[in-house]
């Protein structure tokens, strides 16, 4: 479990990031962090793993308060993806990258490849092995960060922006690999600006702005709510807009409704259609 | 109406590769056109669009056959320098583009370097802020500027070169939702009131495609679906190939509406109409 309690941070010269944030993430649970540009949810995260230290306030990790261990021992449980991945990779391989932290935390050899292996099968990146992480994509780039983090296994996995620059079909799959995670028993944490994104996978969304939590709830209340959309600067996803489109018109059609799916039944039941 | 951009039979394959990253290649677009190009990662859209403002073949290296006729000029004839003043450039990463330590000298930034009387370079300036609606950030640095605000200004900056075509490699995918709606009104407002022909690369149809009048589709180096974004994005292949299809497509797909009596409404608005 992770607990943060009226956490304050100031980035050297810089803007007050977050202003009293108070939030707790159960273990098992599949969270999406969102808000607009600068709303302090990168910089909240960061506290998950002792990469930021509260300035005020304090953040407790499985009982662990931040401030009182090493950020070695927090990153095998915390494992964080970052936003860019060229913040993270530095190798001259795939898959020295993600052997990395393996071989830092003492894995024997044969358990490292082994898990490597996997991992870059998991991801689709088996072809791209021996070449420079400096080569791919930057939607290939920010698979192998992924990948230099899920091979150690951590229990918590906190992703920054893992939408960005993929397309469809690997949207989908990291859709189902972060729920499958979480099937698992994992806690996972995702930072994103991409509502079809978080109404298709998260339970819970928490709506950041300028520092602060406006709303913390399921993802049928929180993305359907206009007043906190606009304040964090996120729309409504397009089957959600739709849905409040028709209500307008047809009386009793519910509102609160986030997939496709759920609209699509829904236009069936009231138009017949 | 002339075609602003020829692509003939183009295919390239950069130094080192073992394939060509863009083959065989035909596309034309018109003059005031707003494309959207999209396909699964690596299928060769960024490299179409180094294509077009000359960065290949005389930046990056490798092998091109074929031809990229730009506003009537040969690129492979052509300096990168000359052709900026053709086709704007704008990257994902605002960032990598800002280069001066307020917004007003970084609009004047261009034009300086190309030698125009201070006269002109002013009225570009102005020009371009109001274009954007950035004429509040003026005197602000780089850093103090939020993601939105960054794009808006490296637009702006391109297009004090007043080029007659911008191109845009997933300029709203490190934004927010309402920033990058915002970028994306702000084209579709630059490509109606000034006739600039737009060439978006996108994944966010969502966000995008409504406003484009044609999509383009590629996969694997090659061009493999072209037309009417209502028609081009409703055809299954396209869904198979793993491009995200916007969500209302997705929805009348779900809904089995007959097809032949209304095309696939692409955004909220589009599908209320029909339905109610």
């Not at chain 1, 698992?184 to 995702?190: A, H, L, R």
């Not at chain 2, 990058?180 to 994944?203: F, P, S």
């Not at chain 2, 299809?245 to 692409?266: C, G, N, T, V, Y």
């Amino acid at each position: 479990m992770i607990t943060a309690e009226e956490i304050w941070f100031t980035y050297p010269d810089g803007p007050t990031a977050l202003r009293g944030v108070s939030l707790r993430i159960r273990d098992r649970e599949l969270v999406a962090i969102m808000g607009e540009n600068g709303a302090g949810k990168t910089t909240l995260v960061k506290h998950f793993n002792g990469l930021l230290r509260p300035q005020e306030g304090s953040v407790t990790v499985d009982g662990l308060n931040t401030l009182q261990v090493s950020v070695a021992e927090l990153a095998r449980k915390v494992g964080y993806v970052f936003q860019n991945a060229d913040h993270q990779l530095f190798s001259e391989t795939v898959y020295s990258e993600v052997a990395f932290a393996l071989n830092n935390f003492g894995y024997p050899e044969k358990e490292t490849r082994r898990r490597v292996q996997q991992v870059l099968r998991l991801l689709d990146l088996e072809k791209y092995r021996n070449s420079s992480p400096f080569s791919l994509s930057g939607g290939e780039r920010k698979r192998v960060a992924l990948a230099s983090t899920l091979c150690f296994d951590p229990e918590i996995i906190v992703l920054d922006e893992p939408t960005i620059g993929q397309d469809g079909s690997q949207k989908k799959k990291l859709g189902e690999l972060i729920h499958s995670f979480n099937l698992e028993g994992k806690t996972v944490i995702v930072v994103t600006h991409d509502v079809e994104f978080a109404a298709e996978y998260a339970q819970r969304i928490v709506a950041m702005a300028r520092g602060r939590i406006i709303a913390d709830g399921p993802s049928k209340k929180v993305l359907t709510n206009p007043k906190i959309l606009e304040e964090c600067a996120l729309l409504a996803p397009q089957a959600t807009q739709l849905a409040q489109r028709i209500s307008e018109r047809v009386k009793g059609f519910p509102t609160e409704l986030v997939s496709v799916e759920e609209v699509a039944s829904a236009i069936r039941e009231f138009l017949g259609g | 109406m002339p075609a602003t951009v020829r692509v003939e039979n183009l295919t390239f394959t950069y130094a080192g590769a073992r394939r060509p990253a863009i083959k065989n290649t035909n596309l034309e677009i018109m003059e005031g056109e707003y494309i959207v190009i999209t396909g699964p990662t690596g299928c060769g859209k960024t490299t179409l669009c180094r294509c077009l403002n000359g960065l290949i073949p005389h930046f990056h290296q490798g092998k091109m056959t074929g031809k990229v006729i730009v506003n009537g000029v040969d690129t492979y004839k052509t300096k990168v320098s000359d052709l900026s003043q053709t086709v704007g450039f704008i990257f994902q990463d605002p960032e990598n583009q800002l280069v001066a330590l307020n917004v007003e000298r970084e609009l004047a930034f261009a034009p300086e370097n190309l030698g125009l009387p201070r006269e002109e370079i002013r009225t570009r300036v102005e020009e371009a802020m109001e274009m954007v609606g950035i004429e509040e950030l003026r005197y602000k640095a780089p850093y103090e500027l939020s993601g939105g605000e960054q794009q808006r200004v490296a637009i702006a900056a391109v297009l004090t070169l007043k080029p007659k075509i911008l191109v845009l490699d997933e300029p709203t995918s490190n934004l927010d939702p309402v920033s990058a709606r915002r970028i994306v009104t702000l084209l579709a407002r630059i490509n109606r009131d000034h006739g600039m022909t737009i060439i978006l690369v996108e994944h966010r149809l969502d966000l995008v495609a409504s406003y484009s009048n044609k999509v383009v589709v590629m996969n694997n180096g090659e061009i493999v679906v072209e037309g009417e974004p209502r028609v081009a994005l409703s055809s299954d292949y396209v869904e198979e190939l793993g491009v995200g299809i916007p969500k209302i497509l997705k929805l009348f797909k779900e809904l089995q509406i007959d097809r032949s009596k209304h095309a696939f409404p692409l955004t909220p608005e589009e599908a209320v109409n029909i339905l109610t």
